[in-house]
């Protein structure tokens, strides 16, 4: 009984450990922001694709979409991870 319940405090100390380092926070993915710019597009666009940001490279992302009519420029921002991003136009190319 001993040998489980020292078996037990080794891996709970090593899970408060990771979770104290952040490695048990989800963060944001380009895919996750690419899926949400999708669905607020609506329909099937043609191409869409997200790319991390240099100085906040788990919360902003800039985005390009293309539907059969136009493209668009993209920032999201995504303040909490597992949360939906803000997405904010920021051009758009109308064909």
Do not use: H, I, W
């Amino acid at each position: 009984m001993g040998g489980v319940r020292r078996c037990l405090l080794v891996v709970s100390a090593l899970l408060a450990a990771a979770a104290v380092a952040g490695c048990g926070e989800a963060s944001s993915s380009p895919e996750r922001v690419e899926t949400q710019l999708e669905r607020q597009l609506g329909g099937n666009p043609k191409f869409v694709e997200c790319d991390r940001s240099a100085d906040q490279p788990n919360k902003r992302y800039t985005c390009r979409a293309e539907t059969t009519a136009d493209r668009y420029r993209y920032v999201a921002t995504c303040p909490q991870p597992g949360r939906p991003c803000e997405l904010r136009r920021t051009g758009v190319e109308l064909r």
